[in-house]
């Protein structure tokens, strides 16, 4: 009998500890972690989130951008490389200098490209880990992800370590480059809502006015979010794409720093499912909009909570310093590692629910309101951040 117990202990054991289910998304493989609510694709190659679903929607929508499937369905081939989902860019958001450039350094940053190693899996009661690492050699840093996800709950737990392996303290530019993508982002449909209120538009290069989609936002300028002012009309509500899309336009929001927790959502209220994140104003202070809408309607939006208010070189950035008294990047001191934490959520909402004006985490539970209707949801959370 004690033999017995004793195989049925290890097995357990193996169970719990073995490796993580492979799977793969775009030919791309990558991990699958589900909790019996959420399904979530996590790829090898910069631990990207492709996609997120809720296991009871019998379409299996997720939000997540996939510019693959939108080109091949489109019938072109994808612009973006390898940039889908939610991904990581570090060390470095946006373009680099030229000199970055012959030394082999990529735009965004190393994470998103390097392929990452499971450092750990296991299940310990209702709570799933997973954690992925990565070295950095062009910056010589070491990158490692862990997500975590209770059972029966809507919420995903993501912590990250950036670690310096270098004698010396130095600036480091970090995004979590979250896109929404078509067909959960639908033009005149799904709606963006965050904590901030102070804003700007992005000061555009001579070549970033001419090419690629038309503005119909004015370069640098600042406004009060949601609305921008507009190139053609006084003012546009940047919440939802046109119905009508043809433009391309940046946007920066400085995240309340008041609160304690900051978040951003995106809600496509006729199919009442909504995606969204929490996290603390002092690792991401500013969520930077990238409006992709081509007339085709294959569109894409980021809600990218970052370090600096837009993607440009780090020498910008660092010659910016600060933006409306806020900082711009963070330091990574010699040797040291720094982290971030943030959750993730995705949920069903009930019908009529049109807008989130507040999400709070309280005593486990993340709460969703819509002021005008007096609706909320509530979520189990039950991981702190």
Request: glycine share 8%.
């Amino acid at each position: 009998m004690r033999l017995a117990t004793l195989i049925f202990m290890v097995s357990i054991m193996y169970a719990q500890s073995g490796p993580p289910p492979k799977t793969s998304f775009e030919e791309q493989p990558g991990f699958l972690l589900s909790n019996g609510t959420l399904e979530l694709t996590v790829l090898s190659r910069g631990s990207t989130f492709a996609s997120v679903v809720l296991a009871d929607d019998a379409e299996k929508l997720s939000p997540l951008w996939n510019p693959i499937r939108m080109a091949r369905e489109a019938g072109e081939k994808s612009e973006f490389g390898g940039g889908m989902g939610h991904f990581i860019c570090v060390d470095g958001f946006g373009d680099v200098s030229q000199e970055e450039k012959a030394a082999g350094l990529p735009g965004h940053g190393e994470a998103h490209r390097e392929t990452y190693e499971v450092k750990y899996y296991n299940k310990e009661g209702r709570t799933s880990t997973l954690t992925l690492a990565t070295k950095l050699p062009l910056t010589q840093e070491l990158f490692e992800r862990t997500v975590r996800m209770v059972d029966g709950e809507n919420v995903i737990y993501v912590q990250s370590e950036l670690e310096s392996l270098l004698a010396f303290d130095r600036p480091v530019f970090w995004a979590e480059h979250a896109t929404i993508g078509s067909p959960f982002l639908e033009a005149g449909v799904t709606v963006v809502d965050m904590s901030a209120r102070r804003a700007k538009t992005r000061p555009y290069t001579e070549s970033e006015k001419e090419g690629g989609l038309p503005h119909i936002l004015p370069s640098d300028k600042e406004f009060t979010w949601p609305e921008a002012p507009g190139l053609h009309t006084r003012k546009i509500d940047v919440r939802a794409a046109p119905a009508e899309p043809n433009s391309g336009d940046h946007t920066t929001c400085l995240m309340d720093p008041s609160r304690k927790l900051v978040f951003i959502t995106a809600l496509h209220p006729g199919k009442r499912l909504l995606l969204g994140y929490l996290f603390k104003p002092q690792e991401y202070p500013w969520t930077q909009s990238w409006m992709f809408y081509p007339p085709n309607k294959k569109l894409a939006r980021g809600l990218e909570f970052s370090t600096q208010p837009f993607d440009v070189p780090r020498r910008e950035v660092v010659q910016l310093n600060s933006m409306f008294g806020s900082p711009v990047f963070r330091w990574l001191p010699a040797r040291t590692k720094i982290e971030s934490r943030f959750l993730m959520f995705y949920t069903h909402t009930p019908e009529g629910f049109h807008k989130v004006d507040d999400v709070r985490l309280e005593n486990g539970k993340i709460i969703i309101e819509d002021h005008k209707t007096h609706q909320q949801v509530t979520l189990t959370a039950s991981l702190p951040i």
